[in-house]
């Protein structure tokens, strides 16, 4: 089923191939990664290698002769992170391809790890491979099913799911699969059971600034273990860590980073929420919106769009600024519901940042002005209007 579901990010993923002599692909694992590569590699000679497979790790013993021996192939290769030394390999066949005048391999590369940790070990790279983020499905690809990608997250295993049990399961097994297998496996030497509580902290803490001193305290571990254990999921791209807004402004400034649970439907299984009703009731609701609507509008942001909160000490805040490779600054408030409560200094808050777009997101789905060059807008639109005025 999920071959059936057209992935917003496809163009982005053809574009960077079309210059790149490697491009990484980089998300959560079952996130679509393969499915969506293998799909790419329908469409031209490709080779698909899965470095969790004893076999295609074998036929790597010497990756140069077996990169050599396939040089007119699309190579995909899976699970990246779990063979570092590939891609000084991987340089190798890169530049002598290039001093040759000869055709290059491409390949596409699909990792589960963040950037910023793949980069410890591609730095050979540099210059010779694009870096791609995919996140889970988005409001776009589902279409009007917005209450059900919420619920369920944007795994498409679970998104899939029968019913809301069979999806709460199968996330479930994705959280124990990670506490249990992947981080060991990265290296990491950490307690499952105290990650699994520290995961499930900060789904209670969605989106506030944290304590990691008062964490610690409930873990019986120091402030900087907390920081280390924070690192490792937000590396593996379960956790978005959003800094506040730096740009000099003449008020005193939250200085505290906030923290997301990612995905919607770990968030949801993490607390114990079941279904749709139970979300309505829960206090977590807001937040679980606000984290979902950001996941949403970060899918569709143009390369090198950078994105902030704004929050000041006496409480102004703005849930999301976006600053786009152009001049533009966006504001955008994020509030649940049909008839969102706005704050009266909204506006005046976005001029302090100097927004050049003011938007509420809500929980309707049409587009109206509030006055002061404020729109209420739906979720679906404005990610529209991301991909009009910057497309893919």
Known sequence: MQGMLTRWITPKLKQSMAHAPAVALLGARQ???TTLAKQIGMETNSLYLDLESPEDLLKLSDATSFFNAHNDKLIIIDEIQRAPDLFMVLRGVIDKNRQNGQKYNQF???????????????????GRISYLDMGGLNVLETGEDTKNLWLKGGFPESYLAENDAIA???LEDLIRTYLERDVPQMGFNVS???????????AHLQGEPINCSKLGGNLEVDAKTISNYIDILENLLLVRRIEPWHVNVKKRLVKSPRYYVRDSGILHRLLGISN??????????????????????CSVLPRHAEIYFYRTA???????????PSSETWAVEIKYGVAPKINKHFSQTCNDIGATKKYVVYGGNDEFPIGNDVNIISLSKIMEKLCIVLPL
């Open 108 to 126: 596409l590369l699909l990792g589960s790890a963040s950037m910023d940790l793949l980069r410890q070990s591609s730095e050979s790279l540099a």
């Open 31 to 33: 996130i679509g990664k």
């Open 276 to 297: 749709y009703d139970v979300l309505l009731s829960n206090p977590i609701l807001g937040k679980s919106w606000e984290g979902f609507v950001i996941e949403n509008i």
């Open 192 to 202: 499952a059971p105290r990650l699994r509580r520290l995961w499930t902290m900060l």
């Open 314 to 324: 006496a409480g102004a805040e703005i849930d999301l600024v976006i600053k786009m």
């Open 168 to 170: 709460m399961n199968w």
